[in-house]
DNA sequence: CAATAATCGAGACGGTACGTCACGTCTTCTT
DNA sequence: AAGAAGACGTGACGTACCGTCTCGATTATTG
């Protein structure tokens, strides 16, 4: 694990004493994430200095370097602190309509000003393994794990193949979406989700 | 204006004359467009320097600027000069061989040295839309044009609906390769390849 | 001797056939000259290029290098095609009156824009031996020997010693005139002109 | 505004503060001088890159840059930091002896590896009047007082009018080692010197 | 009249230095 | 000890000229 800011906490447990000297500025580490996630809006990854986030933060460069080793981990982080509880699954009692109704909601959020920063992250991603894997396991896993308890209602249901692999059922859910974001040859919209989950969840019926 | 080096076929038409002046050593793009192609599979789009291409290439700096607005033209045109004429689509009189053989062929791209140059370009194509344009429509399309042939025959076969959104189906057969050829979070198979092709196919049939 | 051009006159003796070939332009020739006394003017040695010459010129640069060795050599000839047939020395009668219309007509000069010129080609004499002897050669000697002249013609009529070092006393009124055009810390005036011939003179009487 | 290095001497009155930062580096400015110095001394102006005077000194580029606007102010900075406390004017009763030895002293110094770095000075100053401003005020100015007080102290003692111009003495004492220094058409010479003085002092005479 | 030869314009070539920018580190004073 | 400030050495950026080269076109002499 590369960035601190995030393990500092030591909430439980040890109970250590805070350590001598002046504490560490929890303005300055909330406006260097705000500052990272506003120029990164603006104009991606690769425009992004840590000179201007600083700047922008009203924040001495050192500080930054103090907290995160590099870029990477600071959008990395900053993606992170940015992520928010919605994207949730709904329990209908349809599979088609509980996970087209989370579909529906990625996507908006894909085409949002918010939209930018997720395809800076993954575009950092491809020559930052730190970087890919903190997307996978801040954004990704936490819903996937709730995708699959969503699916496991469908088995029940009957309405999907008891021995459906559901990993290559999601990533052929999310996939197209994911594709269509990044290539952009096609636009991403609503209806899109709907007859992409007829076409695949046909597929996976019993 | 200054054409982008593949514009300058002048073919046919109107015959037009050698413009005065020594001519475009051709010598030197071949060498920019390879130097490129390696340092790219070395380090990735963000360490790719022009200054190292050029001196890898043998070549003055400026011969580079003179044909290439920016890194992303030249990796977009290093990228382009490299496609190679694989990638073709068989017929086998099966709709589910046709894709999943050349769907293994792009998989096995993907795995190669030349996928860690596919992932560059799409991840400066996230800040860059002449980069991504240029992925669609010089390494995409013409693959998609080969695809709704194939999956054509397939309608004509009684393999797939003859009301089938064939974007949609390409999108959902393709969008699962390229999310876990980017994010990682599980490999890429040949064995996926063929379970992918099962599943979205199934949901496809009349 | 650096440059050819003002050599290849072979006007009299030998009787040369001229060689095969296209014959060199003259009209090219005159156009280069001409605009680098027109740059030299504008902007000073340093800022003169060649690249600029040539185009300002309309002409080829392989013409101007085939020419002319260096940029020194360019404005070295530059300077001298530009000099013409004016600065005589009168003869009134007066060394005083001889002397000080003559250095009041190179005041204007250095006053003119040809001044810059002038300026122009000391300082480049300052890193180029070959410039400052050509303005040795070129300008100043013709001029110091009919200065001589007009000295001996001041001793012969009893207004100078009759041991009086030329040099020593043709330094002591052009030193004063090329001082304050170069360092530029009083004005150059005619009045100026009158007075350093008083002192100056005064001190050469028999 | 940025001050050109030696106005930053903030030495009486308002006793300000050190502002915040790191401070300037005194071992990075006195490298830079020294190594442009010795660069200028070898090469001449125009060979002279702030690259080599930036790798010589052991100093990145911008650092070069952050003080100094152009290769003119150095060479003026470094010019003046090396002008040290010479070139001062005896007090010896005689105007003629005060003169002339001050004047042999300019003359060692024009005869010495330093007189290149003077007359690069003076050629860059024909096409940057800052750079011969800067000459004039700080190496020119503070002895040309100097030189007042000496034809003062002369004028006192009966030795020149009453109502000499100084500066056209001066200038006429001057002149010609300027002249001589600069085109070389003559010899500089101790001896040279003395008749200068002669000459020139005979017209000054009461 | 054709062949030969040197010039011309244009402009691309491999280079060097330019002046700028951001990197990540450092040194100072202040909180 | 952490903070803001900002200078430091480093190195890539994209530009401007350098002096050389390779073109087709032009203009002369020679066979």
């Known amino acids: 694990m590369r960035q601190k800011s995030l393990a500092s906490g030591n909430h439980g447990g040890a109970r250590r004493k805070r350590p001598p ?50 870029k990477a981990a600071l959008i990395t982080d900053a993606f992170a602190s940015s992520t928010g509880q919605k994207l949730h699954f709904p329990d209908t009692g349809s599979v088609h309509t509980d996970m087209s109704q989370q579909m529906r909601q990625l996507v908006k959020i894909f085409l949002s000003r918010r939209g930018r920063i997720v395809s800076a992250i993954l575009a950092a991603g491809q020559s ?45 859910l999310y996939g197209p979406i994911y594709m269509r974001f990044l290539i952009r040859h096609r636009k991403l919209t609503p209806d899109f989700v709907d007859r992409l989950c007829d076409l695949v969840l046909a597929g996976a019926r019993p």
Chains 1, 2, 3, 4 share one sequence.
Do not use: C
């Open 21 to 70: 000297g002046r504490p560490r500025s929890e303005q300055a580490r909330l406006a260097i994430l705000r500052s990272t996630l506003q120029l990164l809006g603006e104009n991606g990854f690769s425009d992004l200095s840590i000179e201007a986030v600083a700047a922008d933060a009203g924040v001495g460069k050192a500080t930054v370097y103090r907290w995160w080793p590099d």
């Open 128 to 172: 930052d393994r730190d970087v890919i894997a903190a997307f996978r396991d801040r954004f990704m896993k936490p819903r996937r794990h709730e995708a699959y308890a969503t699916l496991q209602r469908g088995v029940q249901r009957g309405e999907l193949r008891k021995n459906v692999d559901m990993d290559l059922l999601l990533d052929s």
